[in-house]
């Protein structure tokens, strides 16, 4: 499985490390090929407080057919996430991957992109629920049907893994 980790300014270290580990882990104990590749706007990004991560590609050299499955760690607004989290090339992959029905996963307010995007409209989803829920209220505000869980699974179309 070949997994495009898309990341965007000031991701979250913990949230983008948590897919690398647990993909990381999965191929290294079970030895199933798993194969993380990072992305962003940029070769190196500035995550969140500043630290640098180097990708593998530029946004402009995905090749959506050439993944099984999409991951958006969230991040930092003060870091300006929300600059290339929100935008359309961000946004259009996202729609792509949807379309295609190949598998989209998110931690925190790597959910809001999704929402954006408006592949969600009228699914479940969550996203980070404290500062009086602001967040929560900025996905439903697109259109989705937000429940307060800590995992949320809604599947669209037939996923083949």
Same mark, same amino acid.
């Given at each position: 499985m070949k997994i495009l980790l898309l990341l965007a300014?000031?991701? /979250?270290l913990i949230e983008a490390s948590a897919f690398i580990d647990v993909f990381g882990w999965n191929r290294h104990y079970n030895q199933i090929d798993t /194969?993380?590749?990072?992305?962003?706007f940029k070769?190196?990004?500035?995550s969140t407080f500043s630290i640098p991560i180097r990708v593998d590609l530029l946004i402009d050299e995905i090749v959506?057919? /050439?993944?099984?499955a999409l991951a958006i760690p969230g991040?930092?607004?003060d870091y300006g996430f929300y600059e290339e989290a929100f935008d359309e090339k961000f946004l259009d992959i996202v729609r792509e991957f949807k379309d295609k029905g190949k598998l989209i996963a998110s931690i925190c307010v790597g959910a809001l992109p999704i929402g954006k995007s408006g592949i969600l409209e009228g699914k479940k989803a969550t996203t980070y629920h404290l500062m009086g829920k602001r967040r929560q209220k900025q996905? /439903?505000?697109f259109g989705v049907n937000v429940v307060?869980?800590?995992v949320v699974i809604d599947v669209y179309?037939?996923?083949k893994l």
């Amino acid at each position: 499985m070949k997994i495009l980790l898309l990341l965007a300014k000031g991701v /979250e270290l913990i949230e983008a490390s948590a897919f690398i580990d647990v993909f990381g882990w999965n191929r290294h104990y079970n030895q199933i090929d798993t /194969e993380i590749i990072t992305c962003g706007f940029k070769r190196e990004i500035l995550s969140t407080f500043s630290i640098p991560i180097r990708v593998d590609l530029l946004i402009d050299e995905i090749v959506v057919d /050439e993944y099984d499955a999409l991951a958006i760690p969230g991040g930092f607004g003060d870091y300006g996430f929300y600059e290339e989290a929100f935008d359309e090339k961000f946004l259009d992959i996202v729609r792509e991957f949807k379309d295609k029905g190949k598998l989209i996963a998110s931690i925190c307010v790597g959910a809001l992109p999704i929402g954006k995007s408006g592949i969600l409209e009228g699914k479940k989803a969550t996203t980070y629920h404290l500062m009086g829920k602001r967040r929560q209220k900025q996905l /439903e505000a697109f259109g989705v049907n937000v429940v307060n869980e800590p995992v949320v699974i809604d599947v669209y179309g037939k996923i083949k893994l």
